[in-house]
């Protein structure tokens, strides 16, 4: 679902959240996605089945990337979609192919805690 729009409701669009088994028990006690070094959430429409192919086109490096999380959140309360980036090593060689949709949102506060789908291995 891309995005929808219903009476009395502002339109919203369906987005996920990547993340480690570490991060989403932080998140779970804090009830909120905090912004990470780039100063933002970074949010997608990206549904990856594996943490593999999550880190692939989203680009993610320096933690593991084992679960997913959903949310529903007001169009007009994100940036973007931009792609993401490709990364290359220090070698020169493609580490992360990236291509996948972002979006960004300076924070994300739940109700209840949210609900956490793991990815299978790779």
Not at 45 to 63: D, N, P, V
Request: proline share 7%.
């Amino acid at each position: 679902m891309k995005s929808r729009e219903t009476f009395g409701m502002e339109e919203t669009i369906r987005l996920y959240y990547y993340t480690s088994r570490q991060a989403a028990q932080d998140i779970g006690c804090s009830l909120r996605l905090r912004p990470g070094p780039s100063g933002s959430v970074k949010l997608t429409t990206e549904f990856c089945s594996t943490g593999t192919a999550a880190a692939g086109r989203l680009s993610i490096q320096g933690s593991p990337v084992e679960f997913r999380c959903e949310v529903e959140i007001e169009r007009h309360r994100v940036r973007g979609p931009l792609r993401a980036q490709y990364v290359l090593g220090p070698d020169g060689i493609l580490q992360r192919a990236g291509g996948g949709a972002e979006y960004e949102i300076d924070e994300v506060c739940f109700n209840d805690p949210p609900r956490f789908t793991p990815l299978e291995s790779p």
